[in-house]
């Protein structure tokens, strides 16, 4: 990689998408930069990062002035192109299929539905000073429940990782999303031992990378229980 730049990413650690990047660059030794965007303080709204990405959104890669934006292509780019092992985006083409089939599945269930929790328990209490609807949070909190129980029954199985014997992109992505309502000290994989099993093995697979990533939630967990 003589010649070439580290890889730069814009990203904010409050953002579930942004710790996956995070942690995979991390936790693969990947030289790389990390520009902070505070989404809180409208930081993705500037002139320069509107320049950067139009729908003023992290994460961003720019890797020797390629501009890459959605976590779903920068985390595979980033496995195809240094030195990662191939395990977290495999070769073999029904195994790549596999954690595609799980990625695009990610983006209309896991995402929305663990994030919606989140904006209801967290963010909109925050911005309304006004405690969260008990109706739609209970909403939300089905279809969660649905989601996870696809997760447990379709893509986990009988299965360590999501996609097979070893971790992947998928469980990354995975992770990121449900570990998001910690940020309002709620466990969504209460009462779930598969999931439970299953976070424990991603969060050794990964080892310090995941805490540090996730560090900024915790934070806001441990700021949210000093106020109650
Ligand atoms: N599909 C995109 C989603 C990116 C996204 O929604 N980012 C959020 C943070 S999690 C964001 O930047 N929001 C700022 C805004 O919408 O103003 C990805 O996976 O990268």
Known sequence: ????KAVEVYLDLLSQPCRAV?????YNRVPHSVRTV???RGENKTPEFTKLNLMQKVPVMVDNGFVL??????L????SRYDIPQHWYPRQLERRAR???????????????????FILEVLLPRMMGSPPDPVKLSRALAELGETLDRLESMFLKRQPFLCGDDITLA???????LMQPVGGDRDVLENRPQLQQWRR?????????????????????DRNKAKL
């Open 1 to 4: 990689m003589t010649g070439r």
């Open 99 to 117: 954690v595609d089939e799980y990625t695009a599945w990610h983006h209309t269930h896991t995402r929305p539905h663990a994030a919606k929790v």
């Open 69 to 74: 934006t959605e976590s779903d292509a920068i």
């Open 76 to 79: 595979k780019y980033l496995v």
């Open 38 to 40: 505070a989404l809180r």
């Open 171 to 177: 469980d990354l992505l995975a992770i990121c999303e």
């Open 22 to 26: 995070h942690i995979l660059l991390n």
């Open 201 to 221: 093995r991603v969060q050794s697979a990964l080892g310090e990378s995941f805490d540090q990533a996730h560090a900024v939630l915790y934070a806001l967990r």
